[in-house]
């Protein structure tokens, strides 16, 4: 499996580190999950519909982040990827907490990956 990012990906996640310094290593630990069960697995996480893509949109609703103690995975990160099972390729999209935005990128999303 390999990983990529999408620059605005990295815009979001360079902010975030700030806020929560664990988020890297946090991540690490999301890629080892993804690895071997890259698919959605509500509740934990879910395909996002109605985009008209042929990439398989994932958001992940529980991230253990380290950096918000006592939280566990329910910290409020969410964590959106395009999962691309043929080439067995995972492509990070969006990452966000649930208090600075409502919902993901749509827009992003089909910008990207039309």
Known sequence: MTFDELAEFKGDLKKLLKKYRTLNDDLFEVKTILKKKPKARPPFSFRIDNLDLEACVIKVKKIACRSLKGRGVN?????IYAHFEEEDKIIFVEIFHKNDKQSEDRQRIINNFE
């Open 75 to 79: 910290s409020g990160l969410r964590l």
